[in-house]
């Protein structure tokens, strides 16, 4: 699960977003990229986690 707890994102009850690793070329750790999702179908997705995300369109 996915906490949200930078409020770079808007607020929803724990437990509302899930938080995916993305592939990241390169590091022999998980990487930066992610992609956070939430209830209902809306995404974001991040190069840089805990700093900024970008909304995904539909």
């Known amino acids: 699960m996915f906490g949200a707890f930078e409020g770079l994102l808007p607020r929803h009850e724990n437990g509302y977003c899930r938080e995916c690793t993305v592939p990241t070329p390169g590091p022999d750790d998980r990487g930066a990229r992610r ?24």
Do not use: I, L, M, Q
């Open 35 to 58: 992609v956070v999702t939430g209830r209902n179908g809306e995404t974001h997705r991040t190069d840089a986690p805990y700093a900024s995300f970008t909304a995904v369109p539909r």
